[in-house]
C-alpha cells in the first residue's frame, strides 16, 4: 500500500491549471494502485503561518527545553511534516508567479524545511552542510505557467526562479527522485498552450499509471 500526498499551491479554485493536473494524476494513481490512499494538502487557498521569531527559538532547540508557547508554534509545522514522512510519494501542482512559486508555497517550505526533523544541519562540514532526512520518496512537479521559454536553453531560462529552486530544496531535504512537466504559455502564449496541452496530460497519466515519463 502506498500513501500519495497531493499538495496544491494554486490560490485558484474551479479555474485552476495545475488542480486538474493532481486531480488527474491522484485519479490515474488510484486506477494502477487502487489499495493506495491520498492525503490532501491544501496550501493556495489556507493561510500558512509564516516563520516568526518564536518559530525560530522553538525549531532550533532540543524539544524537551521548549516552552508551551514554543510547541504550540510548532503544530502547524509538525503536522505538515509528519504528512510528509506518511507518505511514499509527493505530487506538488504549482503555478510559477513572479518567476518563481506562490508565497503560500514559500511559507509552506519553510515550515516543512526543518533542522533535526527534514534536514540535520552539519556545521562541521560547511561546503555540504545539510544532510536530508526524508528518504524513499518520489515527487511529482506538476506545473503551469503564463508564459513559455523557461525550459534549458530557451530564451527566458534565466528567468525561471521556480523548478531548480524546488527541485534543491526537496534535495536538501533528502528527496532526489524527482520528476517535473510544466505546460507553459496558458496567459501569454496560447500556440504553445495548445499545442502542448494534450501531450502534458498525456504524461500526468503516463506518469501517474507508470510511474515515469517515457520517451
Ligand atoms: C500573481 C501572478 C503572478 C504570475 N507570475 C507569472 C510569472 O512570473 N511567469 C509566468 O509565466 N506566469 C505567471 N503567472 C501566470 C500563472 O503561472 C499561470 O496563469 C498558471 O497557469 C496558473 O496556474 P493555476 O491555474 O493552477 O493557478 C502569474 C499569475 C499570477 C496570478
Known sequence: MKNLLIIDASPRGERSITRTFTKLFGTKWMESNPDSTIHHREVGQEVIPHVTELWISAAFKPAELRTEDEINVLKTSDKYIAELKAADVIVLGTPMYNWSIPSALKAYLDQVIRANETVKMRPDDPTNPYRGL???????????????????????????FQTDYLKTVFNVMGLSDIQQIALNGSAFDQQVYEQNKKYVYSKIAEMASNGEITA
Open 134 to 160: 526524508l528518504k524513499d520518496k518520489k515527487v511529482y512537479l506538476l506545473i503551469s505557467r503564463g508564459n513559455a521559454g523557461y525550459e534549458k536553453g530557451e530564451y527566458y531560462e534565466h528567468m525561471n
